[in-house]
Structure formats: C-alpha cells, structure tokens
C-alpha cells in the first residue's frame, strides 16, 4: 500500500482531533519528554499550544532520547513523548509503554559535520578527519543519543570508524555535541542541521552527510499509556503534525518526514 493516502487520513484526523480536543485541553497540564534537538521549535510550539487552549500550560523535558525513554520505562510521569530515532520508540513501543494507535512520524532531520565557525581545518569530506591535524571529533554516546548512532553509521559506511575511535569525544546529548564546537574545544562535530542553524554564527557546516549513508533520522511522538492526560496530550500531538505546527518545525531546519 502507497504510504501517502495513510499519512494523508493521519494528518486529515489528526487536524481533526486538534479541533475537537482543544476543547478539552483547557487549564490541563501536560509534560512532553522530547529529543534536545527539537528544543526550540517545540518551545515555540509549546506557546501556541497554550494560548489555543486557555489555562493549559505544556511542561518540558528534554534530553538525548535514549535517555528519555528509560525515564519512561523507570515510571516517569510523562504524557508525550518525541523521539529523534525510530529505534527509542520502538523500544518503548515493545515495552508496552505507549498507548495504541497514537504514534506518528512527524519531522526529518539531516546529519552533518560542523567546525569551529573561525575554524582553518581543511575538512571537505568525512575521510578528511583521519588528517593528523584533527585530534578531537565530537559525537553523541551512540548508546543513547541517535545522532550518535548516526554517526556511527556515517563512520562506518566510509570505512573510517577503526581510525577516528581515538579522536572521538562522548556528549550526552546532540546539543553538548554542538557546545563543544561552538566553543571551540573540539576540531569538529556531527550533529543535525537544525542544530548548526541554531548557532549558525558560531559553527558552520563542512560536510553534509548523504542519505545512503545513515538510517533516515526520522522523528515520531506518541502519547505516553500511562498518562492522565489523555486528551490534552492527543491535542498536542494534533498542534505537532497540524499545519501550522509544520511551519514552526520548518522555521527551524525540519523536514517532512
């Protein structure tokens, strides 16, 4: 079956729910658990979920979604959760912690490799951090953060892992990844492009990362089996993939995914 009839009616219901659960949101707090590289487009969103629905009020969690998925499963009090990477919500999905039939891609994301935005390094391609000149890359811990794993997987596809495991520096998160290069204190970075557009006067991007070479770093969000807040957390949901929530989510470098 053509997936774009299935996400048509997704979307189409989805806008539908958000009409109707607007309502039903009113003076109703939520806590969305979501991946740090939505940050600002979420807190953004965050505010125009508040002022549809009076009284309501959204609370944040963010983090590496590794992470925020085993605060999920440790009991976490959490309506909604985003996710960077199928794979954490996946592993959620198994361990029976969202609630059936709420789950829905929502954004895409590209990888890349930053520098220093004063940076000199002569770096035009992944293979070029095997140069003697690069000493430290900075990557998120593949173990929890997925643009870690991506790239993992961007290392791997170019033959390159085995050389660069001495030069990578471990982040908890994409945006500690994007610290340590807005800072200077690493040669190089892989995060998304959403991430060095939001400090785009401090890194810049030296190499994108072909699609081939990595798993679609494809964003879902579901509303959490365990919540109280049902409705609430559904409505936000439906803001998320609404059309005006995918303006937001464009303003800040995402894509459809």
């Known amino acids: 079956m053509s997936r774009k009839p299935f996400l048509l009616v997704a979307v189409v219901a989805s806008l539908l729910a958000f009409s109707f659960g607007a309502a039903q949101a009113d003076a ?24 549809t629905n009076k009284g309501a009020k959204v609370l944040f ?12 499963e440790g009991g976490a009090p959490v309506d ?32 890349v490799l930053v520098l220093p935005a004063a940076s000199k390094a002569p770096i035009r391609s992944f293979e070029d951090l095997k ?25 791997t596809y170019y033959k390159i892992l085995d050389p660069l495991r001495g030069k ?18 690493v040669d190089a970075g892989v995060v998304y492009s959403t991430d060095a557009m939001a400090r785009a006067r401090e890194v810049r991007i030296a190499v994108v990362a072909p699609d081939r070479s ?19 957390a559904k409505a936000f949901i439906s803001l ?10 464009e303003k800040y470098g995402f894509k459809t995914p």
């Open 131 to 155: 140069a003697d000149g690069i000493n430290s890359i900075a990557v998120g811990n593949p173990k929890t953060v997925p643009a870690g794993r991506y790239a993992e997987e961007v290392f």
């Open 240 to 249: 998320v993939v609404s059309r005006e929530g995918q303006r937001i989510l």
């Open 214 to 232: 990595h798993k679609p770093a494809i964003y879902p969000i579901a509303v959490v089996k365990s919540t109280r807040n049902e409705s609430p």
């Open 80 to 111: 909604v959760f985003a996710s960077a990477a199928q794979k954490d919500m996946d592993e959620a999905d198994k361990k029976g912690l969202l609630l059936s039939g709420s789950r829905v891609n929502f954004a895409a994301n590209t990888v």
């Open 168 to 185: 990578l520096i471990f982040a908890e998160n994409v945006r500690q990844v994007l610290d340590y290069v807005a800072r200077d204190e």
């Open 61 to 72: 969690n963010f983090g590496a979604s590794g992470d925020l998925m085993r605060q999920l």
């Open 28 to 51: 109703a707090e939520i806590t969305v658990s979501a991946a740090i590289s939505l940050k600002n487009a979420f807190e953004e969103m965050g505010k125009l979920y508040e002022a």
